[in-house]
């Protein structure tokens, strides 16, 4: 499955190609009602789900807190079971009303409910995830299609492309950093653990190295001697230059897809070519008018 068919387009908002054949059924009754917002029974469903998942990320903050979860743990236990329930069975009854439920499982958003519960079931053996039920908080995204702000999620296509667009360059980059990082890190150890209790071992010398070449800088280590100062210096220097690579390499990308989009209707009819300036009239290659 390619990673592009899990980025959301305006499509998957507004034409959902799953709908059911049959009309004037229940199940296409049911589909009009989960996954469109054109009737009062849609209207109400969208305004119900979101209440649920926004009530549910804040009962699971609440629950974070102790002296909350101490007074009302059989409450809150009592509710995760619901939403449990809940959400389980809004799930199968979106598998039950599209025309594949295979389709609509591998796809953005059939992806973002299954993780929505699997949290819960998988709590039974590992009690330590129950906190990762937060992922439902993700569900909001659907807030696009009931609202209607498609543009947005054109916009999110457009930073997602990007980065793809730049993975390879980024990698490259990140990869040097990793091995500036070990360099420098295993410098500093040499220079500083006969006088810097700190700088006890090369492991804990490149996490140093890492804080401050990313400029964060928690001060739980330091240098001490001169010549530690000066190379931390020279760290702290570069980690500003080192914040512009990535930054420009998305930069770049992202400008080239948006030249790519603005040039879409600009394509000849006669020889198809669309590598042409923006107030162009003719095009360059077979001087046909656009």
């Not at 500083?192 to 990313?214: D, R």
Request: proline content about 3%; hydrophobic content about 50%; aromatic content about 14%.
């Amino acid at each position: 499955m390619s990673l592009f068919n899990l980025i959301p387009d305006k499509h998957d908002v507004l034409q959902d190609q799953n709908a059911p054949v049959e009309k004037n059924s229940f199940r296409h009754w049911l589909y009009v009602t989960i996954f469109q917002n054109s009737t009062f029974a849609g209207k109400i469903f969208d305004i119900a789900l979101i209440v649920l998942i926004l009530t549910n990320v804040i009962l699971l903050m609440l629950e974070s807190v102790e002296t909350v979860a101490g007074s009302y743990a059989g409450v809150f236990h009592m509710l995760d079971y619901v939403f449990m329930v809940l959400f389980t069975i809004e799930y199968i009854l979106r598998l039950y009303c599209v025309r594949s439920a295979k389709m609509y499982a591998k796809s953005f958003y059939g992806i973002i409910d299954l993780l929505a519960i699997l949290p819960s079931y998988l709590e039974f053996a590992f009690p330590a995830w129950h906190m990762l039920m937060i992922v439902r908080s993700f569900r909001l995204l659907r807030i696009f299609r009931i609202f209607r702000m498609v543009r947005f999620l054109d916009e999110s296509r457009y930073m997602i492309f990007a980065l793809l667009r730049s993975f390879n360059k980024i990698m490259v980059f990140l990869i040097f950093i990793l091995l500036l990082t070990i360099f420098l890190g295993s410098l500093m150890y040499v220079l500083e653990y006969k006088h810097n209790p700190g700088f006890h071992s090369i492991p804990q010398s490149i996490y140093w190295a890492i804080v401050t070449i990313t400029t964060v800088g928690y001060g739980d280590v330091a240098p001490v001697t001169a010549l530690g100062k000066i190379i931390a210096s020279f760290i702290m220097i570069l980690g500003y230059a080192i914040i512009a690579v990535p930054t420009g390499i998305m930069s770049a990308s992202l400008v080239s897809k948006y030249r790519d989009a603005d040039n879409d209707d600009r394509i000849c009819s006669n020889c198809n070519n669309k590598d042409h300036a923006a107030d162009a009239r003719y095009c360059k290659k077979c001087g046909h008018e656009l």
